[in-house]
């Protein structure tokens, strides 16, 4: 049995991870993503990510543009606005919380 810490699949940090569905559950009951993926699908297409990065997803794009355009890790991985923020966290110290911004 192995005692390795995970690790966010974004920023490689190990941190208390949560769950970040690639298909956002908001669309599951949506026609088109119902055309597109399978149930099974849907309910495993998950990836495990830290909150400043899980947050930083959610800010970013809106749920149709995750469900259509960003429903993969590699996707995600690409966007320049993820890679500048993926690349900035990853150099902070475990439990950092970066300050939301304003709204």
């Given at each position: 049995?192995?005692?390795?810490?995970?690790?966010?699949a974004l920023c490689g940090?190990?941190?208390?991870?949560?769950?970040?569905?690639?298909?956002?559950?908001t669309r599951h009951r949506?026609?088109?993503?119902?055309?597109?993926?399978?149930?099974?699908?849907?309910?495993?297409?998950?990836?495990?990510?830290?909150?400043?990065?899980?947050?930083?997803?959610?800010?970013?794009?809106?749920?149709?543009?995750?469900?259509?355009?960003?429903?993969?890790?590699?996707?995600?991985?690409?966007?320049?606005?993820?890679?500048?923020?993926?690349?900035?966290?990853a150099t902070k110290p475990?439990?950092?919380?970066?300050?939301?911004?304003?709204?």
């Open positions: 049995m192995s005692n390795t810490t995970p690790v966010c940090r190990p941190e208390r991870l949560t769950r970040h569905h690639l298909i956002p559950r949506n026609r088109r993503t119902r055309q597109n993926y399978s149930l099974a699908e849907l309910q495993t297409r998950i990836i495990l990510v830290c909150r400043p990065c899980h947050y930083h997803i959610h800010r970013v794009f809106t749920e149709k543009q995750l469900e259509r355009d960003y429903n993969s890790l590699e996707a995600l991985c690409h966007h320049p606005e993820m890679q500048r923020f993926i690349g900035w966290i475990v439990g950092f919380k970066p300050k939301s911004p304003r709204r």
